[in-house]
Every structure is written in structure tokens, then in C-alpha cells.
């Protein structure tokens, strides 16, 4: 069973960084679609950036702030994360889509920006 574990969350003023990880247990294979999604309390998840058959993708709110990148080597995903936001406080969460629909979820990283 693949598990994918996150990492790199914590506490930061406003103006600062995180890097976030994504590190899966074992090699994927048909790997269509990887994705960092957000969740605050009483909201739903929503995207926050993804990398797509080479193209990436991100929400509107992160961009020039936010970048999704991936290391095959080490099965691995981050989302470096600059200029944080109060608003960006949330749980974290990577997930990985296949080419046969099934997905796998991260167990979430806490993020919290204050101001």
C-alpha cells in the first residue's frame, strides 16, 4: 500500500516561507496528475497547485508566491511556499492521481502564517 507522508509544516510570520514535502512510500507508476490541496477550518479543500502531463497549474491566489516542483529520484513533491499570508493558513495536503482514476492522500501538514 503506498503511503504518502508530508512534511515541512509549522508555524511563520507573515512575509516568510515554508517548503513543504510530499514523499511516497514506494515508485508510482501512472502517475497522471500530482496536487497540493488546502484546508481551513469550515471551508472546503481546494487546489492549490498541480503538475499535469508537464504542465503546472496554480489558484490565483498563490500565484508568483507558490511553485510545485518534484523529484523523481527521490518519488518526492514539494511546494515551496514564499510571501506567506495570514490567509494562507490551513492543513496541506498532496495527493496523487492515477491513470486508472484511484488516488492517494497525504495525511496533511499544519501551516499556520500569523500576522
Known sequence: QVQLVESGGGLVQAGGSLRLSCAASQNIFGITTIGWYRQAPGTQRDLVAAISSGTTIYADSVKGRFT????????????????????????????????????????????????
Open 68 to 115: 510545485i516542483s518534484r523529484d523523481n529520484a527521490k518519488n518526492t513533491v514539494y511546494l515551496q511556499m514564499n510571501s506567506l499570508k495570514p490567509e494562507d493558513t490551513a492543513v496541506y495536503y498532496c495527493k496523487i492521481s492515477l491513470i486508472t482514476q484511484y488516488e492517494y492522500w497525504g495525511q496533511g501538514t499544519q501551516v499556520t502564517v500569523s500576522s
